[in-house]
């Protein structure tokens, strides 16, 4: 059980740990073995953009699974996201504010730190047990699932944050600090600004995972996002979220489930200025899949 969990959730980044990151535009600078009170250490890849200088400033985007974000030749599945591709198209455009990117890389510990804490623990011993045994079933933990995310959050917010903020040109304040992931990074993106509205201005959450686990019979765990969602979502005067979803492979779960979101939303005042929610039609669960799309969660975020 051990060797199969480690070759599920290490293998994109244990072998690759060292590889150079080779980008499209823009130049990559790696913190490396970044040090935690809260986390385990892991490499940070900071992206700057062709025009980054010191005369100027520049917003700052944190993102989640940060191997997956720039170059296919070094991911565990030959699969990227393209943000430099994509960040460095729109800023040449002028579509979006001037940023940098902070790619946060996942560990073996992924699930724990990316599953919202506060919800998992209003879970119930029966509904915690239908958890466990589900991500047990899918090689994802081999005992019990623990959530660490607030201590992740922890992490970026009073560690990573001031880093980034003090070796950098940056703008700090929340309308200029962003926050983006997909699937489990969804769900702590969605944490991050629910948790931290004073810090992150507006969040990207693609392909939500909702159902947490990997199938929905007797699933309590939306339930429980749902229950913490309409007492937490931020202020849409000060706040702003996006949320995004395909049709196919695990996307096929979140419709419905992102419907519930939605109505939330609507009834925490949120309205087009915002949020917004876009559906994929036959858009599968992967990052060639969110390629594909990174322009309109990038032009939300980063609008002018």
């Not at 996201?81 to 994509?86: L, N, R, Y």
């Not at 979006?96 to 790619?103: A, E, F, L, R, S």
């Not at 890389?105 to 209003?122: D, G, L």
């Not at 011993?125 to 607030?150: A, C, G, H, M, T």
Request: with cysteine; charged share 25%; hydrophobic share 35%.
């Amino acid at each position: 059980m051990k060797n199969k969990i480690l070759l599920l959730l290490l293998v994109s980044f244990s072998s690759l740990f060292g590889q150079e990151v080779k980008v499209a535009s823009g130049k990559i600078e790696r913190i490396k073995n970044f040090k935690s009170k809260y986390v385990s250490e892991r490499n940070i890849d900071v992206w700057l953009p062709d025009n980054y200088s010191t005369k100027n400033s520049y917003a700052v985007l944190y993102m989640h699974d940060g191997q997956m974000l720039f170059d296919d030749t070094t991911t565990w599945n030959k699969q990227e996201w393209g943000v430099d591709e994509a960040i460095g198209s729109l800023i040449n455009e002028g579509s979006i504010k001037d940023v940098i990117v902070v790619g946060i890389w996942n560990t073996s510990n992924r699930h724990a730190e990316y599953f919202p804490q506060k919800p998992f623990e209003n879970l119930n011993p029966e509904e915690l047990e239908i958890v466990n045994q589900n991500l047990r079933e899918n090689n994802r933990i081999e005992n019990d699932l623990k959530p660490i995310s607030d201590n992740y959050l922890k992490f970026i917010v009073t560690e990573l944050k001031p880093i980034i903020d003090s070796k950098y040109k940056t703008l700090k304040d929340k309308d200029n600090t962003f926050i983006a992931g997909s699937s489990m990074g969804g769900l702590i993106s969605l944490y991050a600004i629910c948790e931290y509205p004073e810090v992150f201005g507006a969040a990207a959450c693609i392909s939500t995972h909702w159902p947490g686990i990997f199938g929905m019979e007797n699933n309590p765990v939306p339930q429980a996002f749902f229950t913490y969602l309409e007492s937490s979502l931020p202020d849409p005067n000060e706040n702003r979220i996006y949320f995004d979803y395909g049709t196919a492979t695990l996307d096929a779960l979140y419709p419905p489930l992102q419907k519930k979101v939605d109505e939330i939303m609507l009834s925490n005042n949120f309205t087009t200025e915002s949020w917004i929610t876009l559906e994929f039609e036959g858009a599968d669960h992967s990052e060639s899949a969110w390629r594909e799309r990174l322009i309109h969660p990038f032009t939300f975020l980063l609008r002018k």
